[in-house]
């Protein structure tokens, strides 16, 4: 069983910067496929980027490419999201995701959900 824990968000103003982290513990991170979801207010939840296993591959949401970076440290058990250029719209609850298969690219692949951590971004 693998349990994901987020951390990391908060309120900030528009332009500004959040770096969320996703810990991992049970399981063999490395052997997970990991990503980034967010649900934004009376919206679906929709993927906002996502890392092959051994980092080779990232793969990012139209909305966020240029200004969102996915990273993962296998040795830490760690997946993060540094957020740049933060806009109104990329206020949402951003939750980390494990799947066991790959490449992940929907929600339907997720093995594994953290609780999220809500980010709100002020205009």
């Known amino acids: 069983q693998v349990q994901l824990v987020e951390s990391g968000g908060g309120l900030v103003q528009a332009g500004g910067s959040l770096r969320l982290s996703c810990a991992s513990s049970g399981g063999t991170f490395s052997s997970y496929f990991m990503g980034w979801f967010r649900q934004g207010p009376g919206k679906e939840r929709e993927l906002v980027a996502t890392i092959s296993r051994f980092s080779g591959t990232a793969v990012y949401a139209d909305s966020v490419k240029g200004r969102f970076t996915i990273s993962r440290d296998n040795a830490k058990k760690i997946v993060a999201l540094q957020m740049n250029s933060l806009k109104p719209e990329d206020t949402a609850v951003y939750s980390c995701?494990?799947?066991?298969?790959?490449?992940?690219?929907?929600?339907?692949?997720?093995?594994?959900w953290g609780e999220g951590t809500r980010v709100t971004v002020s205009s």
């Open positions: 995701a494990a799947a066991a298969k790959g490449p992940l690219t929907n929600i339907n692949e997720v093995n594994y």
